[in-house]
């Protein structure tokens, strides 16, 4: 049987040789996850043998990962705004660029009471259950086009015991109903060049549907903005996550449906986030 520094050695050479660039560190995070132990403990214990059995199912999970399958989808969970969120081929792996919007979100909204708030394209249920989570006395109301995906967001609600949210249905805006203080949404927003240009994580594993748009990646945006704002409370705002090559484009459109516009540029530095005001005084 070889030791646990050996396999680790031999996988980090087997992930490189495929050009995962992550190669030690995916190596470690796989093993760990297959024996149920903590990355550091993998180092602790250098020496201990590993059994064939843990071997074979390691070597399946390394191939995977070699095949440039998200580290995510293997060990089918993240980590999202200290939620644990499971996630399949169906949803969308929820993104660093997201965890930013929500905490600006929880930043904005923090002394102010929040009643209801509209996940639109919820996926794996990421941002409406991280609001959810912080807001335990607003109601959430989170929707999707796809089936298997409200049925990961339903899971992952059961998963961390969070009950102010419900799950629907619909295409955009078509089934909803009722008025929230903060519509928010992360949609598909990728051109076809862009989607057949990015890594084989990317495009091979996660759902096209999720990531792309048409008319240059904005045909989703636009229908959203278009028709958000009759759902919106008077002080309300629809935050959206965008490209970042989008904000002239989308701040055009909005002036014929909001007052206000702000273009909020993410922790890189780019033009990632808009927030659309219903009301011409807001205090950001
Ligand atoms: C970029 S993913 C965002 C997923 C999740 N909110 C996140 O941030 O990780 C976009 C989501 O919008 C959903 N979607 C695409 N078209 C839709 C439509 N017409 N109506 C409702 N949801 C849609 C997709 O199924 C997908 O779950």
Same mark, same amino acid.
């Given at each position: ?14 992930? @490189?040789? @495929?050009?995962?660039?992550?190669? /030690? ?17 993998? $180092?602790?214990?250098? !020496? ?32 999202? =705004? %200290? ?37 639109? %394209?919820?996926?794996? %249920? ?7 989570? =912080? ?19 339903? !899971? ?32 598909? =927003? ?32 636009? /229908?959203? #903005? ?9 002080? %309300? #705002? ?38 659309? $005001? +219903? +009301? ?5």
């Amino acid at each position: 049987m070889p030791s646990l520094i050996e396999v680790l050695k031999r996988s980090e050479f087997f992930l @490189k040789s @495929k050009g995962i660039i992550t190669a /030690k560190l995916d190596a470690e995070l796989l093993l760990s996850h297959l024996l149920g132990c903590k990355r550091l403990s993998l $180092h602790l214990n250098f !020496k201990n043998n590993i059994e064939d059995f843990v071997l074979s199912q390691f070597q399946r999970l390394l191939s995977r990962r070699g095949k440039h399958e998200p580290l995510q989808y293997i060990i089918g969970e993240v980590e999202f =705004y %200290g939620l644990s969120i499971a996630v399949d081929k169906n949803v969308l792996i929820p993104r660093h660029e997201t965890e930013e919007l929500v905490d600006i979100i929880i930043s904005r909204f923090r002394n102010r009471l929040i009643g209801s708030i509209l996940d639109l %394209g919820t996926g794996s %249920g990421a941002i409406g259950l991280a609001l959810a989570k =912080y807001f335990p006395k607003a109601n959430i109301l989170a929707i999707d086009i796809s089936q298997n995906a409200l049925s990961m967001a339903r !899971k992952n609600a059961l998963r961390n015991r969070i009950d102010n949210i419900r799950f629907m249905k619909s295409d955009w805006l078509e089934n909803v109903d009722g008025v929230f203080d903060v519509i928010i949404s992360n949609p598909p =927003y990728l051109t076809d060049g862009e989607f057949a240009n990015s890594q084989d994580e990317i495009k091979n594993f996660e759902p096209k549907s999720a990531l792309v748009s048409n008319n240059m990646g904005l045909a989703d945006i636009f /229908k959203i #903005i278009s028709g958000a704002g009759k759902f919106l409370a008077k002080d %309300g #705002i629809l935050a959206l996550e965008t490209g970042c090559f989008q904000h002239e484009f989308i701040i055009s459109c909005a002036k014929d449906y909001f007052c206000k516009f702000e273009s909020i540029r993410d922790l890189c530095g780019k033009n990632r986030f808009i927030f659309l $005001h +219903n +009301n011409a005084t807001f205090s950001s």
